[in-house]
């Protein structure tokens, strides 16, 4: 792995790969914790955490791991990598744990993980790993702030509603009243809203990506429009 | 046909002993964080039992002087739950009941209730619910106040007819679009108080499941 490549990771992790609107993987918990911007960004940073450690692992353990029974291994390492944060969370950063131990368990249903250690970890160094993991999971954040902003400001009006359950009560102030008055609008909380509002993000990236690629290559640009669609 | 089984036999070893590894890794962090997750959950059931009953007005160890109850049809639980029992100087103050609303507009509400020796209401929360997010969910604490219309309440201050939300020709706020959760919760705590008014004696009568008292 030459130093170039981390720069590749990065970009794959943040956009190009992006597991939230390109990878499409973990869907449930991404659907299901995209509320708000608080709840997003907690589940995000959970996954980063887990990712980072659980790539770290099974690259250190590759060379001992037969290919035959390296999905088991796999996903015998990740449950206990998160059945450890999880207990050590409760007992040593009690605040944190209030705010992101509903999201811990989530992880261990969420397929970027073992999708991670198969189609990276498995075959390059621990620190490479470690990183590829922890972008992945950054950019999988990122998916799930963007999600949980445009649903919150859509549902309830606001952003950074439960701010103040991670900060104390004095950060209730955080709270960002982006309508005022608003009667909320239900759609946008309950399930649909979180398929229509990925729905959107993914157009919206293709979009980009199709403008980019019309830009730098305009003879090439109907070409990428199909490769895209 | 024996390279094959010496080849199963060699992965089925690596398998365990990842296998033997995580579990004492596990176990290992188990033993590590027992007594900090014990200790932190009894830190966050006080908390909550000090949200509505003040802790200035008992001085026992309110959980481990709890009480197994057995499921109460009255209060809504079926399996066994903890009646926590507040004692002043080894006098009844107060007693906080777990109970469960079936039905609210997305299914149970659980409730954690503390009634006064008196048959007074010193306060409710809503410990979990599945209402509609935005519409039902004021009667959690986080939401909004509204839960608070019970703290004072008794089946003295209000003869049973009125134990209904206004709309019903009751006593009790609601907000408009969401009926049915609040007439849910107003009917669980009804109900509870006068469980409680039946027995409260033997409530008190009961043995502690932590250490003899």
Known sequence: MSEANYREIIWNGLWKNNAGIVALLGLCPLLAVSTSVVNGVGLGIATVLVMAFSNGIVSLARSWIPREIRIPVYILIIAVLVTIIDLSMNAFVQPLYLVLGIFVPLIVVNCNVLGRAEAFASKNAVFPSMVDGFMVGLGLTLTLAVLGGMREILGKGTLLSGIDLAFGASAKSWIITVIPDYHGFLLAILPPGAFIGLGLLIAGKNWLDQRKSARVEPAQASQAATAAA | ?213
């Open chain 2, 1 to 213: 046909m024996s390279i094959y089984t010496r080849h199963s036999t060699k992965l089925a070893m690596v398998l365990a002993a990842f296998a033997l590894v995580g579990t004492s890794m596990l176990a290992v962090t188990f033993e590590a964080t027992r007594d900090n997750i014990a200790a932190s959950e009894k830190k966050a059931k006080l908390a909550l039992i000090a949200q509505i009953l003040p802790p200035a007005l008992y001085d026992n160890d309110i959980i481990r002087d709890a009480a197994d109850l057995p499921a109460v049809p009255e209060l809504g639980t079926a399996e066994p739950t903890l009646a926590y029992r507040a004692l002043k100087d080894g006098k009844p103050v107060a007693v906080v009941l777990e109970a469960i609303a079936p039905d609210g507009y997305a299914g149970k509400i659980k409730l954690l209730i503390a009634i006064k020796s008196n048959g007074e209401i010193s306060g409710v929360r809503v410990v979990t619910h599945k209402e509609t997010p935005g519409l039902g969910d004021y009667i959690e604490i986080a939401k909004s106040n509204w839960i608070k219309v019970f703290d004072g309440t008794s089946l003295e201050k209000y003869p049973s007819n009125e134990w209904k939300v206004k709309k019903d020709g009751g006593q009790f706020d609601y907000m408009t679009g969401a009926t049915i959760t609040p007439r849910a919760v107003v009917k669980a705590v009804h109900k509870v108080l006068v469980w409680y008014s039946a027995n409260h004696e033997k409530l008190f009568s009961l043995a502690g499941t932590g250490a003899t008292t």
